[in-house]
């Protein structure tokens, strides 16, 4: 069934829709939530959610590309669930590697005036993404989107697993440049 | 905290990023939605079990093919005034779902709990019911005593389960539901149990939209829920408290009408009502909706029923219905806001009441 179809069982209230993203979506989402959750229990309850976030959403969201809306609903449900569990027991979970990562591509206090808002940090990432090469950005995102572990990225894409490392390094260094030419505060 | 903000801003990276970093899952092997591996579950078994049952029974039923055929005659002669008086007794084979997908199959039973049998509800177990030439499914909906009609049949019901391969057997009986035709819903009840439950053929055919009124008895049973006018692809207006003439109405008008098998486009719905039919169908989810281009859609339980009105007449009832209603008017912005799960929005709606319309 096509996107499109989909999207007009969603706008029909038609349960029919929760299914047929499923059929199609469903493999992709809990993948998604499972590189996350890293539990089989929580991703498939996360994917639930994710549907019934997608039925509350559309309309009025009519979303060109389902795989995506679907996703980005996903990731964001699976990284609050395990905020909230790393809130109550801080450990070596993925989240926490993960924002551990990330600190090294935060710019210092003096390169920027004002504190930025989501958008503009979004479109900033757009634009540094754009300048990666697609192997790098492919792993950029592997990592920090649909979060991936190095073995897991090296695995898919028959690189060594210090490879991947290597260029996510890379990536962060040039990420925290990037953003501190641009004057993003975060 | 920083990393946190970046990790969310992340989200909202563009579409075309994210899919080109989209994992290939066949490379992954491990990870496989547990839809997909009961399904290849299922194939297994019905490779392992149907398949030479197949071989082996017809055979033997050879000799059951007469009082079939006394039944479904039963049946026909209830429709021309005659009613049945002696309960028809047939033997019935349920059987879990079955998806012929065959992708997936190493490992399944790894994966299977070994005692999911256990933990499913007993309509669950037995989840579909052939009937006839009808197959009903379970609708996870029960009823009570009061709402079931005449016993139609007792039955034996067969379930697998799907860990350790073994079939069950179940004796139930099947009753009708009052005032729902038998050709699009039976309540059963397993022995030992006092509960009924509705199961649904759905696909129940109806010829014209006023069989849709008659076997669900949408005068009786049809509640509206909701209604909902898309203006263009951002605004909506939402109507509550809609009199069930309304759509009863629309529907009555086109009795006459003959469903559309094959339409040529993909339909889009202008008006939309949320419609229910308790005790059948409780739930929202079913809708009655009208398109400005002239077509009539309900669906009724998964399944979409198409009828053309023609457009002067579609337009005028939506023209007549949006006069004579007070919605509230739901608009997209760009806020972002905190909602479901704590998970953030980018768009979101601001709802402006128009009309005079008070939630």
Redesign the interface.
Known sequence: MEDREIVALYFERNEKAIEASEKKYGKYCFFIAHSILRNKEDSEECVNDTYIKAWNSIPPKKPEKLSTFLGKITRNLALDILEKKSAKKRGNNTLSVVLEELHECIPSPSSAENEVDQKFLTESLNCFVKTLSEENRKIFLQRYWYMMSVKEIAQQNDFTESKVKMSLMRTRENLRIFLEKEGVQI | ???????????????E?????????K??GK??????IVAAACFIVLVCVAVPLIQYLPSQLAPREEPTSSKEENITTKGEGIEATEESVTEIIFETEIQAETTAIDGVCDILEKDYWEKLDINQQYCYALFGKNTYDNTNTEISASHTGRKIADITAKGTDLYSKKTYTKDAEIFSVKSIDEDFAVAVKFKESSRYFVYINPVCNFETVGEIVEKLSLDKNLKVLDG?Y?ED????TKYKSIDSSVVLDLLVNNKNLEELKEPAE????DV?F?ISVPPVIPS??N?V?VSKNGYL?V?IF?M?HIFFIGKEEANEFINSFLENHKGQK?V?TTE?HIV????????F?TEVYSNGYKP
């Open positions: 905290m920083k990393e946190k903000k970046l990790l969310d801003a992340l989200n909202e990276i563009e579409d990023f994210i899919n080109e970093a989209k994992p290939e899952m490379k992954k990870i496989i939605s547990f839809r997909w909902l898309r692809d951002v605004s909506l993909i339909l889009q719905s939309l949320e929202a989810g809708t909706s859609l669906n998964y979409q739901l997209a972002q479901y799960n704590g998970a953030k929005e980018d768009v709606i």
